[in-house]
């Protein structure tokens, strides 16, 4: 029997994609077409490889294309070859896409100010060369930005669902009572909303969904919140309970921000959690970059995926489902 004939290894790839063409496509014609390739030129490549293997792989006739046995048995090993050969190539290409770029992330003060902090300090150890652009502003401008597409995605806690926008849920935080060091809710056994009856209240204003949980939390509990203070700052709330002029309603991830002289406590009985989401704009692919960033801030997470939060009902969603974000938490004074 004479020696097979040699096929080099830069053009094994290319007859092997020819053959695989046609034998789905069943005609010459066509998988010369979307190989954009002559005929004639098809032709050779199949027949190179027949004449490599020394067995006929393809019957021709001028009506049909069929495969023989031994064709059969090379079709599965060639599409297999070719789908992993095809799924590498664009897994590199991907990563090559990730070396470089620019994310912009829309976010309100105190989630930009504590979670996305170390998620940006992470995606850049990790992926150097993407610039991160962080617009820290109020939570309707978040919106805003994703919705004109000034930003790539948005992250924060959002009052009713917003048509032209995908949410998908991240994490979920309870709210915590923020008092100085040394006051005597930091002695309870438990701190429950009905603790808070009488005392100095410092709430986020009315165009914070903040104020709307805290609002739950009270009537929940037979109370009606009557605000020491209204700011539109967390910062500005943190400041006020510095200077011993109140106790401040707050999201759990806040700790991050306080010093020692506050302390904060989660608020029972209720437990009012809010939900955190990445909002991206509808129909509009992200970039490498930024679906690079939407993974890390996933996995910057430690949410259940059968506790995850539900999406937001369209009118008068203030009730976060429950569910808990594994934050570290200050809890009692020391």
Known sequence: MAGRLPLGKRDSGHVQRAFVFVAQLKSFTKAAERLYLTQSALSLLIRQLEDHLQVQLIERSTRKVELTAAGLELLGSAERLLDDLDATLANVAELGAKQRGKVVVAAPYILATTFLVEVIAEFRARYPTISVHLKDSLPEQVL???RSGGADLGIGSFREWESGLQWNPLFQEPLVAVYPRGHPIGKLPQLNWS???GLPVISLDRDSIFRGLTEDGFSQAGLTLVPAYEVAYAG???ALVRAGLG???LPQCVGILI???IAL???ESPQILRSVAVITRNGRSLSPAAEAFVDMLRKSVSV???LAAPQPQRRNSHR???CRRSFDANSKDS
């Open 144 to 146: 805003m930005q994703v």
């Open 195 to 197: 603790d808070l009856g």
């Open 236 to 238: 500005t709330a943190l």
């Open 247 to 249: 106790i401040a309603i």
């Open 259 to 261: 010093d020692p002289t």
């Open 265 to 267: 406590r989660p608020l």
């Open 304 to 306: 259940p995926t059968s």
């Open 320 to 322: 976060a489902a429950r």
